[in-house]
Nanobody
Framework: QVQLVESGGGLVQAGGSLRLSCAAS????????MGWFRQAPGKQRELVAR???????NYGDSVKDRFTVSWDNVKNKVHLEMNSLKPEDTAVYYC??????????????WGQGTQVTVSS
């Protein structure tokens, strides 16, 4: 079983910064990619950022040039540096990991989510 545990959410003023982290654990053969999605009240879940095992990253249009995703593949951790935060960034942020285990290939696992609130 794979577990993803997020940390670093909270309340911040507009223009401020936050850093989210997520640690993957369990019986993992290989992690192919890690990333972040978010869901605001009344809206669909959307991609924030994703990074592959070879370091290729892609971002949602609304966060480009403000957010940076990075992956510590020794510690199986992914981080999200969020700068110039806006009230519209308020959402629950979910960590994801595409994982190979003994039973599955490239299955996307989800964390429980961490709340980010940006006040105006």
């Amino acid at each position: 079983q794979v577990q993803l545990v997020e940390s670093g959410g909270g309340l911040v003023q507009a223009g401020g910064s936050l850093r989210l982290s997520c640690a993957a654990s369990g019986v993992i053969l290989r992690i192919n990619a890690m990333g972040w999605f978010r869901q605001a009240p009344g809206k669909q879940r959307e991609l924030v950022a994703r990074i592959t095992s070879v370091g290729s990253a892609n971002y949602g249009d609304s966060v480009k040039d403000r957010f940076t995703v990075s992956w510590d593949n020794v510690k199986n951790k992914v981080h999200l540096e969020m700068n110039s935060l806006k009230p519209e960034d308020t959402a629950v942020y979910y960590c994801t990991a595409n994982v190979d285990t003994a039973l599955t290939r490239d299955y996307m696992h989800w964390g429980q989510g961490t709340q980010v609130t940006v006040s105006s």
